[in-house]
């Protein structure tokens, strides 16, 4: 509604309050929107290698593959398994996938070149529909550090907000419902043979949450 701005009794904004209302939601709501990522970590283990890593189906207090890590806030921001519940839903704009060491952000060249010149994620919502899939090669990072050489984690891309890989269409988000199904898959079809240790892959998708108020 309109207001007047401090000092100035004649000027006139308009302040749009930070509410909308779902239409094309299962069930529709009026929700607050928020600049949020949903994320998720799947660990990949060095006896397993060759394991498909299924993203958003463990949420907090599940455990990690190695069957003993206690899924946290750092690990996921999912509170159930493969959908949002109601009221929240989502606009996905894009995607983001970062490699992490186990026990530490460090991960070696040869486990780096390894893990993102041979896997493939797919992107699924509802029954098994696959939306996209691509090498992992093809998705940046996002926001991380840099030059830090052996004492960091090598990463796709500049380290910056705006890097990730977009899936709007023509500006237009995909809307994920309250109720729908969703999940990332990585797999790695010429293996993986020679990689050491276990490692950490968190997959990111970028755009505005809507939560209930």
């Keep these: 509604m309109p207001e007047n701005v401090a000092g100035d009794p004649s000027a006139r904004i308009e302040v749009v309050h930070p509410y909308y209302k779902i239409v094309k939601g299962l069930p529709a709501a009026v929700v607050r929107s928020y600049k949020q990522p949903l994320y998720d970590t799947c660990m990949m283990l060095a006896s397993d290698e060759d394991a498909e890593l299924v993203f958003f ?33 989502f606009d996905v704009y894009g995607f983001n996938l970062r490699l992490l060491g186990d026990a530490e952000k460090v991960v070696t060249i040869g486990n780096f070149d390894l893990i993102e010149s041979r896997g493939v994620a797919e992107v699924i919502f509802g029954t098994d529909n696959p939306f996209l899939t691509v090498p992992i090669e093809d998705l940046p990072s996002g926001v991380d550090t840099e030059a830090l050489g052996a004492t960091d984690a090598p990463h796709i891309g500049l380290g910056i907000s705006d890097n990730f890989y977009r899936f709007d269409v023509g500006g ?12 990332v898959k990585i797999s790695f079809p010429s293996g993986l043979e020679g990689i050491t ?5 968190r997959f990111f998708l970028r755009g505005i949450l809507y939560r209930g108020i």
Excluded: C
């Design 172 to 183: 237009r988000a995909l809307h994920i419902n309250s109720t729908e199904s969703f999940q």
């Design 197 to 201: 240790g276990n490692h950490l892959l």
């Design 57 to 89: 189906q463990r949420p907090i207090g599940q455990n990690l593959e190695d069957g003993a890590t206690r899924k946290t806030k750092l690990h996921t921001n999912m509170t159930n398994a493969g959908q949002l519940g109601t009221p929240q839903s």
